[in-house]
DNA sequence: ATTATGATTTAGTGTATCCTAAACTATATA
DNA sequence: TATATAGTTTAGGATACACTAAATCATAAT
């Protein structure tokens, strides 16, 4: 029996996979077994076994050889952890000096040990944000999230002005190159050009004044929200 | 097979076992099973076989039937949780207006997520402090430990002046009573009388200029270095 | 020297989480 | 419709860490 820290609390591991869980259903994938796997780089036999105790513990629903869907509680709890992992991110960035490719593996630990009272505090420093240093919207403690309206920058039509909103947060080094870029949320600029066949995407940044060309990967991870034209 | 974080990561359990060790080992007495399992609220053979463990692990030694000592290792772990423990209780004290009867349950689980760069840099942001809010010193990075001489209350005369060194950081609702009383790390008193058969001891508050009587346990737990007599 | 007592270890379990290998299911394709 | 393939689950095993009950050891008191 693991000490109850909160009203909530179910091990590092379950919590991780409900987060999981959530942000497949977020982007309208069914949660599948090899998804799951996948994100959490486990096991395909091991998440099944997880999925069973989810399961018998009322947090997710499971249609065998289909995949799983989080029951209210669990996403309850997805949401909480998400919180807190945003909130810790953006403390660690604003409070302590981290680098923005640095916060997201401290976080992932320290989201399993954090009280609430703690998370409410440091929301509190940081006069509840509402996005975290990769964009992310961080849901509020009574778990409303929002979520902006945004397109893949692989899927932003040729000629359009965008603002960038939402880059991952897991690869250190994507993120490093990135910023070496210039780009980062809230930062506009132009759709120059796609080359096809997956090829790469041209952009120009308007406060830089300067191009810059994106690999098809990298431009798919990319979330944008178009500007309208301006007269 | 657990995820490395720093040089050392060792378990949850495994980390809280080497500093109840380490304890112990500094009030000058041996480590035995018994103490172990009475400091960390868990069965006696439960801790025999976690001995066995850290015995394997290189991280102390174990004479059968006697107890066992750190080896260099495991010293080396000991000091950096402790450290890590001490630089969290003061960072939620100072920069997140945690209560003193709060800080140590919260560590008590941090310490095993933070990564060393995040104590590096609450350190830093606190200007490396060298004790923690209940007055325990705070080992430096590389491992030094300063232990201030000090005497329990119960063993010091009537008739001397003394500060108030260390206070225990494990129970809230006794931290709570000696806030009520004025007394804290650095409080200056004299100790008017000793009642005998473990009876209470009366002091006297210099600065608030008023008499507190203690029952014998809490004074036990009172750590206090003697000041010179005035001229 | 013997025995009572308390401390310690051993034996046997249980839970959570992971793994690989093998079996099974769903489905797309021929 | 039969089968190949990809996805999933089952079977069987490992590790870390906790527990209770029983056996063993050390030692202090007779
Ligand atoms: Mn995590
Ligand atoms: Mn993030
Ligand atoms: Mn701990
Ligand atoms: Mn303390």
Chains 1, 2 share one sequence.
């Not at 179910?10 to 069914?30: F, M, N, R, W």
């Not at 403390?91 to 609430?116: I, Q, T």
């Not at 932003?156 to 002005?161: D, H």
Request: one cysteine or more.
């Amino acid at each position: 029996m693991t000490a109850q820290i909160n009203s909530i609390d179910l091990g590092v591991s379950t919590e991780d996979y409900l987060k999981a869980i959530y942000k497949l259903e977020a982007h309208g994938q069914p949660a599948q077994t090899t998804s799951i796997a996948e994100a959490l780089q486990i096991s395909a036999p091991s998440v099944s076994g997880m999925i069973k105790r989810l399961s018998d513990n009322g947090l997710v629903e499971h249609q065998p050889y289909k995949g799983v869907h989080l029951t209210d509680e669990g996403r309850r709890v997805a949401l909480a952890m998400l919180r807190r992992h945003r909130i810790l991110e953006t403390y660690l960035m604003e409070k302590l000096k981290f680098s923005w490719d640095a916060v997201h593996a401290e976080a992932e630990r320290l989201e399993h040990a954090a009280s609430d009272l703690l998370i409410q505090r440091m929301a509190l420093a940081l006069g509840n944000p509402r996005f975290d240093p990769h964009g992310d919207p961080i849901p509020t403690e009574s778990g409303e999230i929002e979520t902006p309206l945004t397109v893949a920058l692989t899927d932003v039509p040729a000629g359009k002005r965008v603002v960038l909103v939402v880059v991952g947060d897991q690869d250190p080094a994507r993120l490093r190159f990135i910023e070496s870029l210039g780009l980062k949320p809230g930062v506009t600029f132009d759709v120059v050009s796609h080359q096809p066949f997956r090829g790469p995407v041209e952009i120009w940044l308007v406060a830089d004044r300067k191009n810059e060309v994106l690999g098809h990967e990298l431009a798919l991870s990319l979330q944008c929200s178009l500007i309208e034209e301006e007269a």
